[in-house]
């Protein structure tokens, strides 16, 4: 099967001195460049470090060229890369590196020291390879690319047996434990998701990713453009008051991110280029609350779409077609999605349930070590979300809450994402989150966490009735409400709720 390695090569055959990579700090990548040094350090992987098939590699550093070129070199000769998350602890890093039985990290010199001391104590890891500078106790990507002789990767072909392309690690925003789901082979060269069918993508688009690529969202919207001989716009870090102004410099034509960078933009007072741009669509993951407001504000079309880490993207919004407010879209064809309820039984056209994939469509096959959690989110060739949702009578799937998100208040379920996109509007809000807490009488109520705006006062209860008054009902406007200075983050933006209901256990 052809990796991305390969596919990347061809284009570069063909358009060697196109951009493949455009960043503000580390500088471009032409595709000849790309293939060139990931080429070099596929043959130094193999040699040096006797990596190959079904070995795994962590990366350990920020979006930069390096990045694409570590990954496009493990592709060449059938590796796994283990994207992690540089925000991570210690403990979580070394959880991570000795679950995924990783053989070298790659990182950054800020870094390096810090993963040198990690990797000292797990058997598995044999080198640290620091990405920008030397560093002492770890290998310097440079050297490594300089060494390898000349054309050297340029040999190689498809590999046989190669299945398993990489392993992404979940946030664990609901358990706090991340959980390690193998990728399959061809999903990590964008060969399976129909991007030209979803929004046209050409070789002549550039893709825009702000997002950390130890996200899915992140590395689908870097593989989608290489897979198709685009080109990756990536700057380090995201930066709200930059955002435009990076738009208007590179030129970007697709977007793929994730609703708390939108929430973030929307907050912005308006700016000079936030209308005349290039970017001609918006693809924004859980944004379905406030797709109209963001496509009016833009001028710019979005699509929104249902995923997860275990399933990819499984739904989404068609731009030919009329918008259904709040869906999320139709499933992908080879997918299959369906709603059962708690009895187990398939859930009427219109009713509430879990969402299940069929597991054999989406390729999971067990999280890594993790029996127990494997055995608890699947059953009956079923793949359980964890998150409710229904379909019309089309077949086009509304997603309410993650259950463990969703508020039972005296025998009702209320979604805290209704609640919160109700709420954000009102001015004293900067961020929002709301959770359930215990109740002895109604067993649970609604609690809001809330960042107060600059220069405003926390918002009472009776303020945010009035100011929801028509599009939320009395009973699920919160009781508690707490002003907090920061939420809870992932590094990729997600909340962490469970964090936030550890304060009322």
């Known amino acids: 099967m052809p990796t991305l390695y390969d596919v990347v090569r061809d284009f570069s055959n063909t358009w060697p001195d196109k951009l493949a990579v455009l960043t503000e700090q580390d500088g471009h990548r032409t595709y000849q460049e790309l293939v060139a040094h990931s080429g070099a350090l596929a043959h130094q992987f193999h040699t040096r470090f006797g990596l190959g098939l079904g070995d795994r590699a962590c990366l350990l550093m920020q979006n930069r060229p390096e990045y694409l ?103 664990g925003t609901t358990t706090g434990r991340p959980k390690g789901v193998p990728a399959r082979a061809e999903l990590s060269a964008g060969g399976v998701i129909p991007y030209e069918e979803m929004f046209g993508l050409t070789h002549t688009d550039r893709s825009l990713v702000v997002t950390p690529l130890f996200h899915g969202n992140a590395m689908g919207g870097a593989i989608s453009a290489l897979s198709r001989g685009a080109s990756v716009v990536m ?36 700016g000079p280029h936030e209308k005349s741009h290039s970017l001609r669509v918006m693809i924004p993951l859980g944004c379905a609350p406030i797709i109209e407001q963001v496509e009016e504000r833009y001028g710019v079309p979005c699509m929104d779409w249902y995923g997860m880490t275990e ?4 739904t989404y919004t068609r731009l030919d077609e009329p918008r259904r407010p709040g869906s999320v879209g139709k499933p992908f064809e080879g997918s299959e999605l369906r709603i059962f309820l708690p009895d187990g039984s398939e859930a009427p056209t219109g009713e509430t349930g879990e969402i299940c994939f069929l597991q054999s469509a989406i390729g999971f096959n067990g999280y890594i070590e993790d029996p127990e959690a494997t055995e608890a989110a699947t059953s009956d060739d079923r793949f359980h979300t964890g998150d409710l949702g229904y379909v019309d009578d089309e077949g086009y799937l509304y997603f309410v809450d993650r259950q463990k998100d969703i508020v039972r208040r005296g025998g009702v379920n209320l979604s805290t994402i209704e609640v919160e996109s109700a709420l954000r509007t ?80």
């Open 69 to 171: 070129e570590c990954l496009l070199g493990m592709q060449a000769i059938g590796m796994a890369s283990v994207p992690l998350n540089p925000e991570w602890t210690d403990t979580e890093l070394e959880f991570v590196l000795n679950h995924s039985r990783c053989r070298v990290v790659f990182t950054e010199a800020e870094r390096a020291e810090r993963a040198v001391a990690l990797a000292a104590g797990i058997d598995s890891v044999e080198a640290v390879v620091s990405v920008d500078e030397p560093v002492d106790g770890a290998v310097f990507l440079g050297e490594l690319i300089a060494e390898a002789p000349e054309g050297a990767g340029l040999g190689l072909s498809s590999v046989e047996g190669f299945v398993e392309g990489q392993v992404m690690y979940t946030s």
């Open 235 to 270: 700057p380090r870090k995201f930066s709200a008051s930059r955002f435009w102004s990076l738009v208007d410099l590179y030129r970007p034509t697709y977007f793929l991110t994730l609703v708390p960078i939108i929430n973030i933009l929307m907050a912005q007072p308006p």
């Open 311 to 314: 399933a990819g993207m499984g």
């Open 426 to 505: 009102h001015p004293a809000i900067g961020d929002i989150a709301v959770v359930a807490r215990p109740d002895p009488v109604l067993g649970e109520t609604v609690a809001a966490f809330i960042v107060v705006a600059d220069g405003c006062d926390l918002p009472s209860e009776d303020d945010l009735r009035s100011h929801t008054e028509g599009t939320l009902a009395p009973y699920k406007v919160p009781t508690t409400i707490q002003s907090i200075d920061e939420l809870p983050r992932t590094g990729n933006g997600k909340v962490e709720k469970f964090r936030l209901r550890q304060q009322f256990a």
